[in-house]
């Protein structure tokens, strides 16, 4: 079961999301008499709450129950290899044929995990969370040194096995300006 659909009643945790369910609304103008207006959350806004609520969750499931106090890096992947049962990206193994190559011509029995893409912008909405929730940047657990080289591991390792290179993109560069006075003299075309 994915854990972003799990029906989720209980809302009681410790440190929790503010609610964005319902619509907020956001009075225009100082005068008691204008009209309100009703803005919803951005999808980000929504995705990062359930990412917030479905990590609360975990700690809350997890044996023994764990507050967002008291819950570390370790903690923190603990959870992303609890993710990766939901995984739906083919990661090849070393002994796989299809080992380094981006489209296999055949299915392998190579196991499905979660994409280095979507745990890095996980990891960074439940970063943003944490601290907007009350927690201090300096102890952010999703911003700790194992988690940052877990992320680097995955990034390397799923690169290597699909043949796939994760580099940053680079900036389109605007082509240099040409002498448009050069084009307006005879002979010069």
Same mark, same amino acid.
């Given at each position: 079961?994915?854990?972003?659909?799990?029906?989720?009643?209980?809302?009681?945790?410790?440190?929790?999301?503010?609610?964005?369910?319902?619509?907020?609304?956001?009075?225009?103008?100082?005068?008691?008499?204008?009209?309100?207006?009703?803005?919803?959350?951005?999808?980000?806004?929504?995705?990062?709450?359930?990412?917030?609520?479905?990590?609360?969750?975990?700690?809350?499931?997890?044996?023994?129950?764990?507050?967002?106090?008291?819950?570390?890096?370790?903690?923190?992947?603990?959870?992303?290899?609890?993710?990766?049962?939901?995984?739906?990206? !083919?990661?090849?193994?070393?002994?796989? /044929?299809?080992?380094? +190559?981006? *489209?296999?011509?055949? =299915?392998?029995?190579c196991p499905l995990r979660q994409a280095w893409g979507s745990l890095d912008a996980l990891i960074g909405r439940l970063r943003a969370a944490y601290e907007e929730n009350g927690g201090a940047p300096e102890v952010n657990p999703f911003g700790a040194r194992p988690v940052k080289l877990y992320l680097?591991?995955?990034?390397?390792?799923?690169?290597?096995?699909?043949?796939?290179?994760?580099?940053? !993109?680079?900036?389109?560069?605007?082509? /240099?300006?040409?002498? +448009?006075? *050069?084009?307006?003299? =005879?002979?010069?075309?």
């Amino acid at each position: 079961m994915d854990p972003y659909t799990q029906n989720n009643n209980n809302h009681n945790h410790n440190m929790s999301y503010q609610d964005f369910s319902s619509l907020s609304t956001v009075a225009s103008g100082s005068s008691s008499n204008s009209p309100a207006v009703v803005t919803t959350p951005s999808r980000y806004e929504n995705q990062k709450r359930r990412d917030w609520n479905t990590f609360c969750q975990y700690l809350k499931n997890h044996h023994p129950p764990l507050f967002i106090q008291q819950c570390s890096g370790a903690h923190v992947l603990e959870f992303l290899c609890y993710l990766d049962q939901f995984g739906k990206t !083919k990661v090849h193994t070393l002994i796989c /044929p299809f080992y380094g +190559h981006p *489209n296999p011509p055949a =299915p392998c029995p190579c196991p499905l995990r979660q994409a280095w893409g979507s745990l890095d912008a996980l990891i960074g909405r439940l970063r943003a969370a944490y601290e907007e929730n009350g927690g201090a940047p300096e102890v952010n657990p999703f911003g700790a040194r194992p988690v940052k080289l877990y992320l680097r591991e995955i990034r390397e390792l799923q690169s290597k096995a699909r043949g796939i290179s994760y580099e940053k !993109k680079k900036r389109k560069r605007l082509a /240099p300006q040409q002498d +448009h006075d *050069n084009k307006l003299l =005879p002979g010069t075309d």
